[in-house]
């Protein structure tokens, strides 16, 4: 069992200094532009000559609705079409990479992220996992971990239905907040039932792992509204929880520059609202 964690606030004013986020690895600051085509074409081949096992990542950049916290690498449509020419594309990328691996060498990993993956109609994910399969080497006893980003507006049961059938067998749904209040404010309006409809759809259909975004310190978040974001989030008792802190960077993120500064919670409230995360999560018994 892993030690409690020690809350001590001393030692988090003693390193109250910026740093890079690190919701990625390498983190951001770490990528330059030294690599070239040729560093990944040797990293591949020595992959390959070491039978390596392989991970893919395949990103799904549209969104029909903008959420204004966002800073990830998207577009905002609602136009479907605009998924084809870009599916096309992704294609032809799939097809390349795939020339300098080996097909013995299995995929064990598999995340589809975004914006908003399910944006791709049925029959795209179905065409895109069926050219994923013909150049890679994809599990078929799901014994690997695929999984997807949904957002719970965008999915329903026969989403769900298909994503298992194609083999996808751990998702990941954004939430964020549960407060109608914060929602308004990042335009991220998203019911509790919809997300528990999602949930019970990959219980049923027996996904192996259902993780819950959140984030903290979003506008107009107080560390009581948190709290009860939190507990209901528990009620749903998803396997996993990422648990963000919103990084305000308008002069970086566009849409960030419709959230006021003045409806952030204070540094205070923020760590408040971290701490109290961590304790009605340990005391559900997550680690």
Known sequence: MLDAIQWDADLIRRY??????????????????????????????????????????????FCAHICYYCACNKVITKDRGRA??????????????????????????????????????????????????????????DSGDYSIEIDPREADWSTMGLLR???????SLGVQDLDPEVQRAVNR???????????????????????????????????????????EVIALQPDRLSLFNYAHLPERFMPQRRISSDDLPSPADKLAMLQASIEQLTRAGYR
């Open 84 to 141: 084809l020419p870009y599916l096309e594309k992704l294609e032809r990328e799939i097809e390349i990479v795939s020339r300098y691996v080996d097909k013995d060498q299995p995929i064990e990993q598999l995340h589809f992220g975004g914006g908003t993956p399910t944006f791709l109609s049925h029959d795209e994910l179905r065409r895109l996992m069926l050219h994923l399969r013909q150049h890679f080497n994809l599990l078929d006893d």
């Open 189 to 231: 309006l998203q019911t509790l039932e919809e997300t528990r409809a999602i949930v019970e759809a990959a219980r049923t259909l027996q996904f192996r792992s259902v993780n819950i975004d959140l984030i903290y310190g979003l506008p107009k978040q107080t560390p009581e509204r948190f709290a009860r974001t939190v507990a």
């Open 16 to 61: 109250d200094l910026a740093g890079p986020r690190y919701t990625s690895y390498p983190t951001a600051v770490q990528f330059h532009d030294d690599i070239g085509p040729f560093d990944l074409l040797h990293a591949l081949r020595d992959s390959r000559k070491a039978r390596r096992p392989l991970s893919l990542y395949v990103h799904v950049p």
């Open 165 to 171: 059938e194609l083999g996808f067998n751990r998702v």
